[in-house]
């Protein structure tokens, strides 16, 4: 083996690795010492958060220890980024538990208000008794407590009693029959408590009131129960908006809003907010359970809309209402004018009552009583009473609309106390650095998140307080339909069956959890901020030039 000369080969070597550190000017310059940053902004922020300095560094570390945040460069530590986890869901599940608070006052304003209406409707009605019904004389002042009763159960009802409204009407005018046809009786003549009973049976056979009993029961009914269920949808509403607004965010979630809101300023880029896209993928995929109420959540609301333009559809919610005492009028009035057709029924149905110390049947003719001169046509409600319905419908049915779309709208509402904005692509925070955000913006509902790239959720597995809400949505829904054929359902409450099935499922149960490329630079922060170390051109060219010396070495 034959070897160089020595100055040839030191002159040789001096030349090749001058042309390597030209050739590596990047590597060279990174593995220079930079000046340490002083952590000075970090700890006066860390601070004004409630937190103490205990352990907190004075300039930037590597930040290889990070877990959280991307690793580089940082003022941070792990338990600095355990306390801001647990900062950003309190923060977060309170901007959450307002919004569902604003939305609860907007459904309990809405419950006040119809609830005032429909009272004093109702107590108006009740009010104008006497003047409807003075003219049947004893026929009212002696049983005043009947007509109050009446009343009483319809309030009792609309107030959530399990009074049968059907059962609770029919009742009322065999009781009203029963005191009618003993008035009509001559004062000679007394009429045994089974005989009262057996006439009052007779009030759906014998139809003495004709047909107004059959049609006061179809429009009391029908109003009572659409207003009661709409009560009733409003409350439910608010409870489910309180319910899901305390449904506490997963730890995935939590460690995405870290690095989407406080990773910045351990990065020392603490006036750089998130991308806007980027805050909607992380928002997204915190409520993605939430979302999964929009559509059942806007059946509701769309459904109480309709329920809320029934009231006002002829025969409209304030006439059926204000009308009840002239209904009361026009049925006594029909029987006085028939008491004698109805009294031989009732003879033929109950007997004859019999004589006074006889036993034998008493023959005689019912007292005639003269006809009132009012009749039910004269009882209408006042202009400005349908005006004040009207308003109190175009109010609910607008009110109600705003609200339509809340789950859907409850990430942007989030977003804009968090994100940069449009204005701002290129230089806002994308969950590495100040750049633009490139990944896709994902869809609504927890099906859409299976390649959500900031928040990992199982789609499998869906929150079930929430899948309960949703089964609670469709409930109402299904009872104010009902409602507006005027029958009352009583639905199951099926909220502890769930099967879980729904929008957040995957069909064969197993789901794809691949994910696409996030960034056009390498995620690794490490190979980008850390101590400088090898990209492949550079490092070629260096062994190259190494085996090129081992050869020159060997000649």
Known sequence: MQFLPAGYFWTTLVKMLVLTLSLLPSVS????????????????????????????????????????CPQGPTCCTNSMEENLEGLSARETEALIKEAGRSLQAAFNTLHRSFDTYFTELHSRSERSLQEALSPLGALYSQNTRLYGDLYSDLKQYYRGSALNLDETLSEFWSRLLERTFKSFTP???????????????????????????????????????????????????????????????????????????????????????????YCSNVVKGCLANQADLNPEWQNLIDTMIQVASSFSTEPSLDVVVSSIPAQIFEAVRLLKENVETVSAKVYQTCGTPVEPGTGSPMLFEPKKKKSGSLTASEYKPSPTAGLRLEIQVSDLSSKLREMRQYWLQLPIALCSKLAAGGANKDKCWNGITKARYLPEVMGDGLANQIN???????????????????????IMSNRLKNAMDGNDVDFQDASDDISGSGSGMCLSGQCSRSRPGLYSYPQDVNQVRGVATCQSRPCSLLALLLLALLLLLCR
């Open 452 to 474: 959500n790239p900031e928040v990992e959720l199982d789609i499998t597995k869906p929150d079930m307080t929430i899948r309960q809400q949703i089964m609670q949505l469709k």
């Open 187 to 277: 004062s000679n003549v007394t009429l045994s408590e089974d005989y009262l009973e057996c006439v009052a049976k007779q009030q759906e056979t014998l139809r003495p009131f004709g047909d107004v009993p059959r049609d006061m029961k179809a429009k009391v009914i029908r109003a009572f129960v659409t207003a009661r269920s709409f009560v009733q949808g409003l409350i439910i509403s608010g409870e489910v908006v309180r319910k899901v607004s305390q449904v506490p965010l997963s730890p995935e979630c939590v460690k995405a809003l870290v690095k989407l809101v406080y990773c910045p300023h351990c990065h020392g880029l603490a006036s750089v907010k998130p991308c806007a896209n």
């Open 29 to 68: 310059g990174a593995a220079g010492p930079a000046p340490d940053r002083s952590c000075a902004d970090l700890r006066q922020f860390y601070t004004g958060k409630g937190f103490t300095l205990a352990g907190v560094p004075q300039t930037e570390t590597s930040g290889e220890h990070l877990r959280t």
